[in-house]
């Protein structure tokens, strides 16, 4: 089991400590990248990678490497610590630039059969939102199993976090990391997953952007192919 890990920050504090923590439990081969030290671009909004293509972007060539893991995982674990409710600029930048493979746009078939993660700890509050931050990026890219863990840790490093605290963050790792090895191959879209897909072929069956109508038509998703069958 393939398994990428994209830290939304440098740092090895309690968010990169519990999301190095469940891939260790899950096993198997396992890819780290951090943000912003492994790509740290902001979108420059050209939409070059909607209208024209993603090697049109001027930051494919460092993006690259990154979707190519993206593409070869069978789990992707997004981490974020709570930056004023949200998840931290690195990762929204990182987001930011794989919005055309949104659902409405051109969707890669190989995420319709992994499992995707979001960690986000914070001090007190806020991982809801942060864990929706990175959770709606990997809905819109497909992916049909979705885990969202949350910690509020009370604590700005991982060594003040309370005894009590990591026994708990022990025995949830052990516990997600048990469903994540049982679903792996397992995994199929639901009804809500299903019913976007289809909303957006309906879009691109009378579409508005060329590229992302050729994408669709050329996988055979306007007519009777599926990306999870
Ligand atoms: C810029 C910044 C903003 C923060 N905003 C929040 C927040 O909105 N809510 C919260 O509970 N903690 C907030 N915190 C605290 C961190 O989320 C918390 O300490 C987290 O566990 C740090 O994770 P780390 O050890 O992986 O860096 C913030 C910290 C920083 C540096």
Redesign the pocket.
Known sequence: MKTLIIYG?N???????IGKELADKIGGDTKEYFLPKDFGEFCLGCTNCFMKGEEACPHHEKLKPIVEALDEADVVIL?S??????STGSMKAFLDHLGYRWMVHRPEEKMFKKQGVCI???????MKSTNKDMADSLFNWGIPKIYKYG???A????EEVSEKKLAKIHKDTDRLATAIKNNHGKVKPSAKLKAWFMLCRFIQKNGYNPKDMEHWNEKGWTADKRPWK
């Open positions: 920050q740092h090895q504090g309690s968010t990169y400590h981490t610590p709570v930056y004023v409710l949200h986000s700890t914070a001090a007190g509050a806020g910690m509020a840790v604590a700005t490093s991982w």
